[in-house]
């Protein structure tokens, strides 16, 4: 087994422990649900509202609030521009080497079109450096 495979590992070595244990609920679970029927008792869905919904004046008020706040300060950070970085670098870069190896793109176009062609490279040879 692989090193990364070590959850069936201790699935397969508790097994008999996670089934007796599963055994146990689901029968715990028919014996009450049969024991409410004997009873007569009946299943009903029940509306529960501990706090009662805002006004539409107050949603759109703190909705303008957070926007006017919150979205201005990660705006002027230019926040967008960092996520955008690191989707495109992260995400970007792995999306371009399951194609090259999927074979749905050559390694040449996928080189060509990565923002980051050593890195990319290094992956396909199977060095994965984590940044």
């Not at 007569?40 to 957070?66: C, D, M, N």
């Not at 919150?70 to 792995?94: C, N, P, Q």
């Not at 080497?97 to 990565?114: P, Q």
Request: contains cysteine; hydrophobic residues 50%; proline residues 2%.
């Amino acid at each position: 087994m692989k090193s990364n495979d070590w959850y069936k590992k201790v699935l397969l070595k508790n097994a008999k422990e996670i089934v007796s244990d599963g055994t146990t609920y689901v029968i715990l679970a028919l014996v009450l649900l049969l024991w409410h029927f004997a009873l007569g008792i009946k299943f009903e869905w029940q509306h529960i509202a501990p706090l009662s919904e805002p006004s539409v004046f107050v949603r759109a008020f703190y909705s303008a609030f957070t926007f006017c706040t919150l979205g201005l300060l990660l705006y002027v950070l230019r926040f967008y521009k960092v996520l955008h970085d690191i989707v495109v670098k992260a995400f970007g870069m792995w999306e371009l080497y399951n194609l090259i190896k999927a074979g749905r793109i050559t390694k040449a176009t996928g080189l060509e079109v990565s923002p980051n062609a050593k890195a990319l490279e290094m992956n396909l040879k199977g060095i994965f450096i984590k940044t």
